[in-house]
T-cell receptor
């Protein structure tokens, strides 16, 4: 089942922080985050594992809520290079590959 | 290390035609997944291949098919094209570790007229 992302779009000024949410109807045991710049391939940012362990980007962090049905991605002190569409992906049932949300478009302006 | 390569990058077809897209994964990766990306739906999973076998399939009609060769290169085919098939088709390869990172190609942008 496709996770739901919010907000759909956000505009920030350089240096501001942002939070992007990824919600599922079932408990998540891992969440993947990718960023896609316009005209480019999606690029891996990080994986959040069920124990809270994170692997990936240094300046980006993520967490689960209490029930582990929502993950939030935290972008601190945003830079112009952070602009792009952020996708969360959650494993499907069984061993199926990632199911992605519809994306959150982030625009960072000077 | 070369990344995931997709060809062609752009193509235009007319309704009723068929199209074949190619994907060369990163060397050593045996898993190849295909996704359809459209503005309204985001990334929709098409299918996944591992060691020449289709391991998973998304919710797409039978007009969408694929295969994987012994060198892990993969192709996907769409027959009897419809206007709604216009999209960016992305291929991703991985080491096939559970929960592992996907490496995406830049995609093949298909326009159906």
């Amino acid at each position: 089942q496709q996770p739901v992302q919010s907000p759909q779009a956000v505009i920030l000024r350089e240096g501001e922080d942002a939070v992007i949410n990824c919600s599922s109807s079932k408990a998540l045991y891992s969440v993947h985050w990718y960023r896609q710049k316009h005209g480019e391939a999606p690029v891996f940012l990080m994986i959040l594992l069920k124990g809270g362990e994170q692997k990936g980007h240094e300046k980006i962090s993520a967490s689960f809520n209490e029930k582990k049905q929502q993950s939030s991605l935290y972008l601190t002190a945003s830079q112009l290079s952070y602009s792009g569409t952020y996708f969360c992906g959650t494993p499907g049932s069984g061993n199926t590959p990632l199911v992605f949300g519809k994306g959150t478009r982030l625009s960072v302006i000077a | 290390k070369a990344g995931v390569t997709q060809t062609p990058r752009y193509l235009i077809k007319t309704r009723g035609q068929q199209v074949t897209l190619s994907c060369s994964p990163i060397s050593g990766h045996r898993s190849v997944s295909w996704y359809q990306q459209t503005p309204g739906q985001g990334l929709q999973f098409l299918f996944e291949y591992f060691s020449e076998t289709q391991r998973n399939k998304g919710n797409f009609p039978g007009r969408f098919s694929g295969r994987q060769f012994s060198n892990s290169r993969s192709e996907m085919n769409v027959s009897t094209l419809e206007l709604g098939d216009s999209a960016l088709y992305l291929c991703a390869s991985s080491h096939d570790r559970v929960g592992g990172e996907l490496f995406f190609g830049e995609g093949s942008r298909l326009t159906v007229l």
